[in-house]
């Protein structure tokens, strides 16, 4: 299968940074092609432009030069990891800006006699991997945004069962090591059964 981890984090020697590495090491590991994009060494541009919000339903022109490779690679993927942290309860801006220019009409949904069609048919598994400042109990009492988000707009993008796997570390300013260890095995571990 072939693989497309996306990941959304500034700092090499980051938490999260380990969790994109573990996600490629453990797919890689159970024989899956992976296609890894690490939106920040790739110097992607998050905002979307007047011109492109200007053509944003136009299937003819809403997919420009920059934007090309990244609806290919997508275009070409059977599984989906994202890799994240959740900054002020929501999405890095680059990975937003992401969602926001390569998820576009006639890409990631078509509407078809006003309904939303899904179109990004080609993706059976999506798992979204990241990690939290917070507790789980001040996040949930947030409402959650993100894991709310993450599995609702997936699951309304692709359709497919089982609906997206979310896999979370709460309150990672404070917990120790250990505990760290333990969820990049966890997620090692969910990946290579991908």
Not at 99 to 113: C, I, N, S, T
Not at 136 to 156: C, E, N, Q, V, Y
């Amino acid at each position: 299968m072939r693989v497309h981890v996306i990941h959304a984090h500034p700092v090499e020697t980051s938490f999260n940074r380990a969790l994109f590495h573990t996600a490629i090491s453990a797919l890689k590991s159970a024989g899956h092609e992976v296609d890894a994009l690490d939106l920040y060494a790739e110097g992607f541009e998050p905002a979307l432009a007047r011109q492109e919000h200007i053509d944003y339903l136009d299937q003819d022109r809403n997919i420009t030069p920059q934007i090309a490779p990244y609806v290919e690679r997508l275009r070409a993927a059977d599984a989906l990891v994202i890799v994240h942290p959740v900054w002020n309860y929501g999405y890095p801006a680059i990975l937003k800006g992401y969602f926001d220019r390569v998820f576009l009409p006639g890409v990631a949904f078509r509407v078809e006699d006003g309904k939303f069609v899904p179109a990004l048919t080609n993706i059976g598994r999506v798992v979204f991997v990241t990690s939290y400042g917070g507790t789980r109990w001040r996040t949930i009492l947030a409402g959650d945004p993100p894991r709310l988000l993450a599995r609702r707009w997936a699951w309304s993008h692709f359709r497919r069962w089982p609906p997206p796997k979310y896999l979370a570390l709460y309150d990672m300013d404070r917990i120790d090591e250990a505990k760290r260890k333990a969820f990049l095995d966890k997620v090692g571990r969910v990946l290579a059964r991908l």
